[in-house]
Each structure stands twice: as C-alpha cells, then as structure tokens.
C-alpha cells in the first residue's frame, strides 16, 4: 500500500510536537482523500553547496523534461543540456575519494562532499586547486533519490539565470548516482536567519533586500517561461547565497510544469514544507503559479520578523509565523512590534511597512489576490529605491550641516 502523511487540510500548522524548530518538516498528501493515512516526516538539510530532502517521500510518476528553447532578459532555456558528463572515478578524485573531512552534509538523500575541479575542462584537480564544487551523493538505497535526480538534471540542466544555482554535471554509473553544483560561499538562507551565534552572519536590512530581490528575480524567470516552472518548494533553505550574497535558487526535485491550454492550475500529488505551502494546493492538490507567491510571502515574513515560519517552541498563539504576524502588517505601530531586533535603526520605516503590506497580500489564501511575481519584483525594487533615496537625503542633510557650521564659524 502507498504510503500517505497525515490529511493536513484546516491549518497550516499540524503536530506542533513533531515540527523540529531547527529542522524543515516536509509532508507528502495526497490530493484525494485517503483513510487512515500514515505520517511521514521528512528533514531539509542545507549545506554550504546545496540543499536537498532526507527521508522517503512520493514523487509524479511522470519523468520532467524540458525541450523549449527560448531566450530571457538575464536568463536562458537552453536548446540542449551542456552539463558535464562525469565518470565515478573523476568524482572519486575531485572529493579525495569521499573523505569523511570533505563532507558538507548528508540526510536520507545521502551525503554533499567538498571537491575541487578545473575551472576550465572541470576535471578532477588537487585540494585548493581550481574551483571548489558541492557533489551529491545518492544513497543507492533512497527510494525518491531517482526522481529528484532527474528532475534536477532535466531542469537545471537546461534553466540559466543568475540567480538560480548552476549545475555543472553528473554521473550515472552503474547505481552511482551524483549531482556537480557550483560552491555556494555563504551557505543558505536559513542558516544566516536563526543559526545567529555562529560563523553565519548576521544579515543587515541591505542585504535581506538584496537577497529577496534575487530571489524573486529567479522566480520571476521561472514564471515567465512560456512554458512556465513552478518551483512549489520555496523556502529559506533552497535559497543559497555565494560570496557576495547573490541569491540563488536551489533544489528543483518538486519543480514542475506549469498549467498549459488556459488552464489555470495542475492537479498533483501534494508535496512541499510546512509552512510554505499554499493553503489551497494543500486542500486541493491544485498548483497555481501563485503558489510560488505564497512560498515568498512566508519567506519575506521570516527577513521581517527574524521568525522560523512554524516553531512549537514559540509561546501558544505564535507557532504558525502566518497567523501570529497577519494582524500587524498592516499597522505602522504594530509592526514594529514584531520586527526583528537585529534591524532595529537600519531600515526606513516607510520602506518596512511597504515591504509587510506586500507580504500580506502574498499570504492571501485566494491564489487570484496575490500579486505575481513580477508585481512582487516590482514592489521590491521600490522598496530598495526608498532606502537609496533616505541614504541621499541624510548624506545630503549631513553635507549642508557641515557646509553651514563651516560658514558660520567664517563670519
């Protein structure tokens, strides 16, 4: 028999004793409804390179393909993929034969080991030579590990845009299975937001704009697509930062094709993180593009709030990061309350409020309220060009302070 996780339909929090605050807990539902079904609970692991699920889950039966060979402002659709073909051996020697000391990470996937290439031909180079890459490691016992891998090659390998992460090869040998990613700096997302205290940074009002901009520019291009991708998996863990916190898209196992032929939604297998996914897609089983916007709005209301979007750990009443926050957003004065602390003088208020009123509206539990993408992007921007301008008008004050000081003390 199939298994199922628990029919999760009236809330978008469940089992608060199981959600780990320093885990992502993904589900698997079944858009029909299912008796006495069976939970499953899978861990998000991020790494310095890449993100990936741990754990069994259920994927489409249908293999994902891409064929299209259309041109974007700042990306591309590739005509055919022009990933390296790696041997096992190759990746044997780019990783010092998987040493244990060169392990990013590892969940039920199986393991990311550090490795160096060639920056040029990307063949297997000596330790501090070259270019640092992530290298995935399929555990051959992983059930979903085949379908994820696919998907990954199918549209990674053939997707390209600045801000989505960029796979540089693989190997299929025998039941090996491996994924060559470009090395990704600064690590996830996540890992910057709550995992204060350690070598991770604490992000400044700046870069939380920066890196949300770049987020949603690679969505924008995944939306706009003539044949539209929807990422259906968004969250702070996929979205990995290089050195200089460029945002980056990761983890494409649950992307998926759009709806095609006027149809507003495709009907799926529901899968995706708790606290990300779209009320409806989660009742239903419909995806809509907007679904995407739902992911971003959550996403926006963590870089807000400095909050884990679900956190049984928080007091009764503020859990779920979406119901606890809704009441504030549209409130100068209440939103204060529950902005971050660690922003605390470096953001314009104008701007915050701004920024809180978009992540209303992108929460909205009709997909047909939500802005796109684009509008999402474009709201941004706006956001960024009020902080610019607040930055010219206090320099531009300080200059004429000090301009009239110094004439003042000339008569």
């Excluded at 990746?91 to 010092?96: D, E, I, N, S």
């Excluded at 555990?139 to 390209?160: C, H, I, K, T």
């Excluded at 996540?190 to 870069?207: A, K, P, Q, V």
């Excluded at 504030?328 to 605390?344: G, P, S, T, V």
Aim: proline share 4%; with cysteine.
């Amino acid at each position: 028999m199939t298994p199922y996780c628990s029919n999760w339909l009236s809330s978008l929090i469940a089992w608060p004793n199981q959600i780990s605050p320093t885990k992502t807990t993904c589900f698997n539902l079944r858009s029909e409804t299912v008796g006495n079904p069976r939970r499953r609970a899978t861990a998000t692991l991020s790494t310095l390179g890449v993100a990936w699920r741990a754990g069994h889950i259920e994927y489409d039966s249908s293999r994902l393909s891409m064929d299209d060979s259309f041109v974007y402002p700042d990306g591309r659709i590739l005509e055919s993929s022009n990933l390296k073909i790696f041997t096992f051996a190759e990746l044997k020697g780019a990783t010092r034969n998987f040493k244990p000391e060169t392990v990013l990470g590892e969940g039920g996937f199986g393991k990311v080991y550090k490795g160096w290439v060639e920056e040029k031909t990307l063949n297997p180079s000596k330790s501090g030579i070259g270019i640092m890459v992530a290298v995935k490691k399929l555990n051959p016992a992983s059930v979903q590990g085949l379908e994820e891998w696919q998907s990954e090659v199918n549209f990674l390998g053939r997707l390209s845009h600045p801000n989505l992460v960029k796979l540089l090869g693989y190997c299929w040998e025998d039941k090996e299975l491996l994924l060559v990613y470009e090395f990704m700096a600064k690590g996830s997302l996540e890992n910057h937001i709550f995992l204060r205290g350690t070598s991770n940074e604490t992000l400044s009002w700046d870069l939380r704009l920066k890196i949300l901009i770049g987020a949603a520019r690679g969505l924008v291009f995944l939306h706009s697509s003539e044949r539209q991708v929807i990422y259906r998996d968004f969250k702070a863990s996929n979205i990995l930062l290089d050195s200089n916190y460029n945002a980056k898209l990761s983890d494409f196992g649950l992307a998926k094709h759009g709806p095609e032929g006027g149809k507003s939604h495709v009907t799926t297998r529901v899968m995706g993180t708790f606290g990300y996914a779209a009320p409806e897609y989660v009742a239903t089983g419909h995806l809509y593009v907007k679904s995407d916007v739902y992911g971003f709005g959550v996403v926006l209301l963590e870089m807000l709030t400095g909050l884990r979007a679900l956190d049984p750990n928080r007091p009764q009443g503020q859990h779920n990061l979406v119901k606890y926050a809704k009441p504030f957003l549209a409130n100068r004065r209440k939103l204060a309350r529950i902005m971050d602390q660690q922003l605390e003088g470096q953001y314009n208020t104008k701007g915050a409020l701004k920024a809180a009123r978009l992540s209303l509206q992108c929460i909205n539990g009709d997909p047909k309220s939500r802005p796109s993408m684009k509008e999402v992007l474009e709201t941004l921007e706006q956001i960024e060009a009020i902080k610019r301008r607040s930055k010219d008008a206090r320099l531009s004050s300080n200059s004429l302070r000090r301009t009239g000081t110094g004439t003042g003390t000339g008569h």
